[in-house]
């Protein structure tokens, strides 16, 4: 067996610890003959695994008594969808459009009211977080929509925007359990598993429970209200029960590494190994401003194409993969998610160190 440092910004890194264990209970979980995929949602097996995935997941974050927990299937983009159909009751919602994630569920509010993009950094390619202390939050607005880390372009709120009061609702499909946050500042906050928690297929939506009602959009599908999951306790359908059962594992992981104060102290020095590296190379360049600097996602460029591309071909011969930029950017992206160890992240800056020598 041969693993790589893997730097995809998702479906992403997964825990060896966590992969391991799935193998070994794959023909036969816990002496019920089965693996988790072969049985029945209903079972009392499967309860047990997804009562404890919650409660851990409940602890982890520290999520309060009056917050839902939904295991939902159509990904972080069904929510763009989900979000104004269950949420706009004045019809009015505002979004901060500080990449292409946050413009996608802009674009999506708009079919169903009037969203009002009340900032963006889109001038300068996203490679920064507006000024969000002081915005024209619209009178009547039902919520103001950000995504707090921007997968594709590297920055991150290290401050929430200041909503005037009204409610505040978050994408954190990338810095989900990246470090600790204070569940009780959001109305609702989701993300896709996929980037930093388990296996595609299923997002997870932690909404304040007086926001999931019967009072949704006219028209709005059974399978789109919030309130259809959260009675149903996240089984009014089948759900993705062998993504739950791994972000179940993914969950137990955390709390073994001492939880999510741990998790951002581990995930800042590696962050810091990087961009340290970054800021003193005459090679490459980090392309976002350095307040806004996420965790857990740092796109570079060299500002040659080819020598860009020389560098991903390089790189993955040495065991370093997926480190190409996303499509619309160039360039290169690390994704350092909690699954990454810091020997990965050395791997990484050693190698830089060792072409930039090469290619001066
Ligand atoms: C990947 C990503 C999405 C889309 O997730 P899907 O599960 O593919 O729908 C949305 N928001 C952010 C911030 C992402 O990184």
Redesign the pocket.
């Given at each position: 067996m041969s693993r790589v440092y893997n730097f995809s910004?998702?479906p992403a890194v997964l825990p060896e610890e966590v992969l391991k264990e799935a193998a070994e209970e794959m023909m036969d979980y816990r002496g019920c003959g089965m693996s988790v995929m072969e049985m029945s949602h209903r079972s009392k097996m499967f309860d047990t695994i997804i009562k404890e995935a919650e409660a851990d997941l409940r602890d982890l974050l520290n999520i309060p008594d009056n917050y839902k927990v939904l295991f939902l299937q159509?990904?972080?983009?069904?929510q763009f969808a989900m979000i104004p159909m269950n949420l706009m009751k004045n019809g009015v919602a505002d979004y901060i459009v500080t990449?292409q994630?946050a413009k996608?569920?802009y674009q999506e509010a708009c079919k169903y009211g009037k969203a009002n993009k009340i900032a963006s950094s889109e001038d300068k390619t996203f490679s920064y977080i507006p000024d969000c202390s002081d915005l024209p939050i619209s009178e009547d607005a039902d919520y103001v929509y950000i995504?707090?880390?921007?997968?594709?372009y590297g920055t991150k709120y290290h401050t929430l925007p200041n909503t005037k009061g009204k409610d505040l609702v978050s994408?954190?499909?990338?810095c989900f359990l990246s470090e600790p946050i204070d569940v009780s500042k959001y109305a609702i906050v989701y993300?896709?598993v996929?980037?930093n928690i388990g296996p595609?297929g299923m997002?997870i939506s932690i909404i304040r429970e007086d926001l999931i009602t019967d009072d949704v959009m006219e028209g709005t599908p059974t399978m789109l209200k919030f309130k259809t999951h959260a009675d149903a306790e996240s089984l009014y359908n089948t759900p993705n029960c062998y993504c739950i059962y791994i972000c179940g594992k993914v969950f137990k992981w955390l709390k073994k590494m001492g939880g999510l104060e741990a998790m951002k102290a581990l995930n800042e020095k590696k962050a810091k190994i990087l961009y340290d590296f970054l800021d003193q190379s005459e090679l490459f360049k980090g392309t976002v401003v350095k307040e806004d600097r996420s965790l857990m996602n740092v796109p570079f460029v060299t500002g040659d194409k080819e020598l860009d591309a020389k560098f991903v071909k390089e790189a993955t011969e040495a065991g370093l993969e997926n480190l190409k930029g996303h499509r619309t950017v160039g360039g290169m992206r690390a994704s350092i998610y909690n699954a990454m160890p810091i020997e990965g992240v050395e791997k990484l800056v050693a190698f830089m160190k060792k072409f930039e020598e090469e290619n001066k």
């Open positions: 910004a998702g159509g990904g972080a983009s069904q990449g994630w996608k569920a995504c707090e880390n921007n997968t594709i994408d954190v499909s990338s993300g896709g996929q980037k595609a997002v």
